[in-house]
């Protein structure tokens, strides 16, 4: 199989792009990747002498480009995104071009060539907010409350619109809350371990007890892998790990491995539309195509603390990059 990528310099797609590179070796990877300030190159170090991966930089907006790599392969896999919610809040139009816009100009070219799959990845925040119980499924209505989580559910909307209008074979995932490396130093985990080693405080939002369910990003990437062979096209499959945890949680998590008490914790005003709890049903995917989650919320945020400590490089390095887009 031939697969472009997009977006395989970030956090999920790179892990993506290792994890198919070693479990198909005969698969050939195109990653377009425009490397905005999230992309990092480097995150792929380790494979970008495997004759089976190719990098081109590039944005999806790019027609002519993207046109010619999807004339190369059988299936698309899209991550390319704008990931990161406060900037969505800052700053929504980035959001509308590159999550669909983008998104629209890779349909479009899927449709003319003719691609076998076509994958969105997106994310479980399209739902919305859940109350104290119960779980986000695959038929709960699309109700999202950000920017960025609206950007995410246009383009879900148009990859549905290609599968009913042109019968185009697509496919649509929808995960919870990723961790593991090369995750970009803005996000929770890795953003804090960051602050922390440099002996500053880490800062909680509200109360702290907003609630997200937590997947290893390898994961992640199985599950991407499954839905590309075996799932139905047309359909949507949501992904998660069962792992609900506040904030608070994950922070006292960070601040135990670190050998760090709360009193590094500051609280700050908390995020505009800040939604309150996610939790996802996995039981689509698990049932209908015997995806399971490989490895436990304690084994996974143990290896991710770790790596991160064991890479403090790759962190400074990103944080020197990211002074340089400022
Ligand atoms: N991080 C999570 O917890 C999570 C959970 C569920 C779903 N998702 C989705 O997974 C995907 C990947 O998320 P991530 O956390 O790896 O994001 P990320 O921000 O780490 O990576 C995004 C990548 O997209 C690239 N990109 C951005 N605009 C582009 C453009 N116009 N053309 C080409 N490349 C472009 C960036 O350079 C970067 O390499 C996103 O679509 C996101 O919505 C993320």
């Known amino acids: 199989m031939n697969i472009m990528v997009t977006g395989g ?23 377009l990747d425009k490397l905005t300030y999230a992309g990092n190159i480097e995150n792929l170090d380790d494979v970008k002498n495997n004759p089976n991966y190719t990098f081109v930089k590039g944005d999806i907006l790019d027609k002519k480009l993207v046109r010619d790599l999807i004339s190369q392969v ?7 995104a704008e990931s990161h919610v406060d900037n969505s809040i800052k700053n929504p139009e980035i959001f509308v071009e590159t999550n669909i816009k983008g998104t629209l100009n890779l349909l479009e070219a899927s449709k003319e060539l003719k691609v ?4 969105q990845v997106s994310t479980d925040e399209v739902y919305g907010s859940l109350g104290k119980t119960g ?7 699309i109700s999202p409350n950000s920017p960025y989580s609206a950007s995410k559910a246009g383009a879900d909307m148009l990859v549905r619109a290609y599968f009913e209008t042109y019968k185009m074979p697509t496919l649509n995932t929808r995960c919870s809350n990723n961790y593991g490396p090369y995750q970009y130093p803005e996000k929770l985990i890795p953003f804090f371990i960051s602050r922390l080693l440099k002996n500053q405080k880490v800062p909680v939002y509200g109360d702290g007890l907003n609630v997200r369910d937590w997947l290893y990003v390898y994961d992640h990437a199985e599950a991407i892998d499954i839905v590309l062979h075996k799932g139905k096209v047309g359909e949507v499959y949501n992904i998660g790990g069962h792992n609900e945890k506040t904030n608070l949680e994950i922070t006292e998590l960070i601040l135990n491995a670190m050998g760090k008490d709360k ?5 700050v005003k908390d995020r505009l539309g800040h939604d309150r709890r996610y939790a996802i ?8 195509l015997g995806w399971m989650p490989s ?8 290896l991710t603390i770790e790596w991160y400590l064991n890479n403090q490089n790759w962190i400074n390095s990103i944080e020197n990059k990211k002074a340089s887009f400022v």
Not at 11 to 24: A, D, N, P, T, V
Not at 116 to 119: A, C, G, I, S, W
Not at 295 to 302: H, L, S, V
Request: hydrophobic fraction near 30%; proline fraction near 3%; include cysteine.
């Open 9 to 31: 310099a970030g956090f999920i797609g790179s892990c993506y792009i290792r994890h198919i590179l070693k479990k198909h070796p005969d698969y050939k990877i195109i990653n």
């Open 74 to 80: 059988d299936c698309v896999v899209n991550f390319a």
């Open 116 to 119: 076998e799959r076509f994958l």
């Open 135 to 141: 779980y986000f499924t695959e038929t709960t209505p």
């Open 263 to 267: 009193t590094s914790i500051e609280y």
């Open 281 to 288: 049903s996995n039981e689509k995917i698990t049932k209908e």
């Open 295 to 302: 490895i436990t919320f304690e084994e996974g945020i143990k």
